[in-house]
């Protein structure tokens, strides 16, 4: 990490780059936040108001203790 933070990445020559740098705060730190909250966001829709569309139909199916699945056979 300290070499990449000194040199830069993928600087085979050694070549001085400290004009072409951006800081990462506030810049990349608020871009990474964003980005976080929008996925938290979309995801907590799913969980809060439709949570049985991210599950497997075979989960609604009622359970018969009389007969076994035809996807579960002997080997």
């Given at each position: 990490?300290?070499?990449?933070?000194?040199?830069?990445?993928?600087?085979?020559?050694?070549?001085?780059?400290?004009?072409?740098?951006i800081a990462f705060f506030?810049?990349?730190?608020?871009?990474?936040?964003?980005?976080?909250?929008?996925?938290?966001?979309?995801?907590?829709?799913?969980?809060?108001?439709?949570?049985?569309?991210?599950?497997?139909?075979?989960?609604?199916?009622?359970?018969?203790?009389?007969?076994?699945?035809?996807?579960?056979?002997?080997?």
């Amino acid at each position: 990490m300290a070499a990449v933070h000194n040199d830069g990445s993928n600087n085979p020559l050694g070549i001085s780059s400290h004009s072409d740098k951006i800081a990462f705060f506030p810049y990349f730190f608020i871009k990474d936040t964003l980005g976080l909250v929008a996925f938290l966001i979309f995801f907590s829709f799913f969980i809060y108001y439709s949570p049985n569309s991210l599950g497997h139909p075979d989960n609604y199916i009622p359970a018969n203790p009389m007969s076994t699945p035809e996807h579960i056979v002997p080997e």
